[in-house]
């Protein structure tokens, strides 16, 4: 069965860092592709940071030189080092796998996210 499974979520002041860590299990394609969404309250989801296969990254626009991220491709894990916190970054975090395969063509898998919560 698949399985993402996501640690490191918590409460941490605004200028603190946390680093998030997700694990992907049962997944029968190649993945092409780890990275991490966020939704806050009354917002929609959006992305955080992804990561290729190839190490390609693509950040959101309000983490850009805050965050990084990082892959180990063989043991299908996932890292989201978050710095300079701030409380808008105050989200469920999810992690999050995507496969392309024919015919099922992209496919995404997500974690139970965890919450990150930036004091003020």
């Known amino acids: 069965q698949v399985q993402l499974v996501e640690s490191g979520g918590g409460l941490v002041q605004a200028g603190g860092s946390l680093r998030l860590s997700c694990t992907a299990s049962?997944?029968?394609?190649?993945?092409?592709?780890m990275g991490w969404y966020r939704q806050a309250p009354g917002n929609q989801r959006e992305l955080v940071a992804g990561?290729?296969?190839?190490?390609?990254?693509n950040f959101g626009d309000s983490v850009k030189g805050r965050f990084t991220i990082s892959r180990d491709n063989a043991k299908s894990t996932v890292d989201l080092q978050m710095n300079s916190l701030k409380p808008e970054d105050t989200a469920v975090y999810y992690c999050?796998?995507?496969?392309?395969?024919?015919?099922?063509?992209?496919?995404?898998?997500w974690g139970q996210g965890t919450q990150v919560t930036v004091s003020s």
């Open positions: 999050n796998a995507k496969t392309f395969s024919y015919p099922l063509g992209e496919k995404d898998y």
């Open positions: 049962g997944i029968r394609f190649n993945i092409n592709a």
């Open positions: 990561i290729t296969r190839a190490g390609n990254t």
